[in-house]
């Protein structure tokens, strides 16, 4: 069982820079890259709740629960 991130994807539809959207939300590049690979242990509701707002997108579209 994981959870994957699409948080890449989603950056890509709506061309966004992952410079830009760490600005954005203000956390630093090097984590947002963590969040993006998957390789972090949590994640603050209020940092998902910001790229939420910023992506102009819903949770679900950023995580994925797999079974397998």
Known sequence: MEIIVNLDVMMAMRKVSS????????????????????????????TLASICNYLECQPGDLLVFNKE
């Open 19 to 46: 410079k830009e959207l760490a600005k954005a939300i203000g956390i630093t590049e090097a984590n947002l890259s963590l969040l993006k690979r998957g390789k972090v242990k949590g994640v603050r509701f209020e």
